[in-house]
């Protein structure tokens, strides 16, 4: 598939702590890539820099441009949208509000078009638009969330760590829905996560960081087996991440 972003030589830093250094990597259009890893690899800050959010050094290319030097309101308008770890929708407004927030540079028609697909992709929340977003489960907080990124027809995707603080249920239900955006939208999506699990069900590439750097690259095709899943287990995430039979 064609390349619709690369990142080479990507490096973060807060102050003197190196967060990320010499990061290269890329998502084809249409792909799904994961990054996993351990808390504090540097996974986030790699989503971050992409998005706009943190100062980073090194060569971004989105759809052939170089997008190093815009603001992140500007590569939203490009079509690069994160949906940050903890999910961070407004508790005070309504689920119809958050919605819009994530639409907010669209005209009114496009805005009730896309509300209306992020209704039926996540149906949970459809007849919850007066509640206040505070009053949604988690499960539900994670597909508002993800649905208010989704508003503003994004062609990149960043989702950080979408199964945080989730029960083993509804963590199976978001990554359905995901697998669903995958297969109907074409949209492509950078996923930092640590469920491993999980995370191969709706991957196509997976990057394994480990203290800022990548320490490994594998295609999904390529751990098709039990056997190859447990070495890559052992090889870049430990025992706490059993592959799956």
């Known amino acids: 598939m064609p390349e619709l972003f690369s990142a080479r030589g990507l490096s973060v830093r807060y102050g003197a ?42 060569e971004m290319r989105f759809a052939g441009e170089d997008i190093g030097v815009l603001a992140a309101r500007q590569r939203v308008r490009r079509g690069i949208v994160y949906v940050p770890e903890g999910r961070q929708i407004v508790g005070s407004l309504t689920v119809a509000e958050n ?80 697998v669903t955006i995958k297969q109907d939208t074409g949209l492509a999506i950078m996923l930092v996560e640590q ?12 990057y394994f960081v480990r203290n800022g750097a990548i320490v490994g690259h594998r295609s999904a095709a390529a751990i098709a087996t039990a056997a190859s899943r447990a070495e890559v287990v052992e090889a870049y995430l430990g025992a706490g991440q059993p592959a799956p039979a």
Do not use: C, H, Y
């Open 17 to 58: 702590a190196r967060a990320v250094e010499n990061v290269d990597l890329s998502v084809p259009e249409k792909g799904v890539v994961a990054l996993l890893g351990a808390n504090g690899a540097g996974k986030s800050s790699v989503l971050k820099a992409i998005a706009g959010l943190v100062p980073a050094e090194g």
């Open 99 to 178: 919605l819009l927030l994530g639409g907010f540079f669209l005209d009114a028609r496009m805005q009730r078009q896309r509300r209306d697909l992020m209704l039926e992709l996540f149906p949970e929340i459809a007849n919850r638009l007066k509640s206040p977003a505070w009053m949604l489960s988690g499960g539900e907080q994670q597909m508002l969330a993800i649905g208010r990124g989704l508003m503003s027809a994004p062609r990149l995707l960043l989702l950080d760590e979408p199964s945080l603080g989730l029960a083993p249920l509804l963590i199976r239900r978001v990554f359905e829905r995901l």
């Open 195 to 206: 469920n491993f699990r999980m995370t191969i069900k709706v991957a196509d590439e997976l």
